[in-house]
């Protein structure tokens, strides 16, 4: 009788902006949905990790929980890895501003996107002192379980296993809709299949000890990760409450305006029929795009030793740096009066600009320091990021 996945479908087709919920097919008002998900123990948001509007939900959710439960909520993230832990509890203190958060976390190394999507979600975690929990498994375990079986690991890397539980259908089930048409192989697919457990169960086993710990046990947790970590529960949530059995809601998003440039971005994956629904509350969004404020010096450059500036190995003809009187060989040394150690420092501080603002740039040229003054009046295809 039905679609078990869809058992009350809509009269008409969704659109942008609606939030559905699913088990009963009524449509309800953001404040509704918080409404019910906020007195849950664990609430569960699946990411698209590239679209704003999920992010954007995500934020919803977290302020919508602290708010019913002020002083009462944690922030779980599966894009930290347990080993940053100490960094997340100097941002949440305060001890850290951005830039200097970005590069002790390796945002950039560990995550990878940009930090423009989860920014707004960070700083109210800040501001409002809720403590954030990494709870990845480190990038080099995953690898390590993706490539070989369980018995082939070191020492080292078994004691970082958690409590595995293999048997589960439905992820096997993702996992060959992912390699279906691909000949892959075998091998290859269960070595996936233990990467995708590995994540699973690492984040789960986290979640769970937070919750049972004394800084977690009168908190409700918001887990934010990726939609196949979260959808239809057997991922993350099913494995939290194998731990600790509590109270939990799923909310995730379904793209249905895609822009042609994000179409040639989507895999064409067919995944298995799933007996249950894929959240309790599925909001309809638009696959939009983060606006994008691309700056760029136009040259290339790398580090200078022992952190002493950058040397420039290029410069591009009718760059913001050329106009500026940036040459080859300069050693960039600050800007604005922020020292330029290192390639992200420039990286940081150029995200920050805007097309038509100024900057003085501090380079060295045959031993004697000049200030240029750098006008930006182009942005995005120059190189600028190491060598050509």
Not at 2 to 29: C, F, R, W
Not at 188 to 201: M, P, S
Not at 255 to 275: A, Q, R, T, W
Request: charged share 25%; net charge negative; glycine share 8%.
């Amino acid at each position: 009788m039905g679609d078990p996945q869809n058992p009350y479908p809509l009269k008409s087709a969704p659109k942008v902006g609606d939030i559905v919920h699913l088990p009963t097919g009524t449509v309800v008002t953001l404040a509704q949905m918080l409404a019910v998900t906020c007195d849950a123990r664990v609430v569960y948001v699946g990411e698209t990790h590239d679209n704003p509007a999920s992010h954007r939900l995500e934020l919803a959710a977290l302020q919508g929980l602290e708010e019913r439960h002020p002083g009462k909520v944690a922030l779980g993230m599966e894009m930290f890895s347990r080993s940053q832990q100490p960094v997340l509890d100097r941002w949440v203190s305060g001890k850290l501003d951005e830039k200097a958060f970005l590069k002790e976390s390796r945002w950039f190394d560990t995550w990878k996107m940009d930090f423009d999507y989860y920014r707004d979600l960070l700083i109210f975690a800040r501001d409002r002192h809720i403590p954030v929990v990494a709870l990845n498994a480190e990038k080099s375990l995953v690898q390590a379980v993706t490539s070989k079986p369980y018995a082939e690991l070191s020492a080292e890397q078994k004691a970082q296993l958690p409590e595995l539980d293999e048997t589960d259908p439905y992820q096997r089930g993702m996992v060959e809709g992912f390699f279906a048409g691909h000949s892959h192989g075998k091998m290859v697919l269960d070595g996936f299949l233990r990467g995708q457990t590995v994540w699973d169960e690492t984040m789960a086993e986290s979640a769970a000890n937070f919750l049972a710990s004394p800084a977690g046990k009168e908190r409700h947790l918001l887990v934010i990760a990726g939609g196949n970590h979260i959808s239809h529960g057997f991922g993350i949530p099913r494995r939290v409450f194998r731990r600790i059995p509590t109270s939990y809601q799923l909310i995730g998003g379904q793209e249905i305006e895609i822009s042609p440039g994000k179409k040639e971005e989507l895999m064409n994956v067919e995944l298995p029929d799933y007996p249950m629904v894929s959240y309790d509350f599925i909001n309809y969004f638009a696959y939009e795009e983060l606006p994008k404020n691309v700056i760029v010096l136009g040259v290339a450059y790398e580090p200078a030793p022992k952190g002493h500036g950058l040397t420039v190995l290029t410069v591009v003809a009718g760059s913001n740096a050329e106009r500026a009187g940036v040459k080859l060989g300069d050693l960039l040394l600050a800007l604005d009066g922020e020292p330029l150690t290192e390639s992200f420092d420039l990286i940081f501080a150029l995200k920050k600009k805007h097309l038509g603002e100024r900057s003085v740039l501090t380079v060295e040229r045959a031993g004697t320091q000049l200030k240029l003054d750098v006008s930006y009046e182009k942005s995005g295809d120059e190189h600028q990021h190491g060598k050509p």
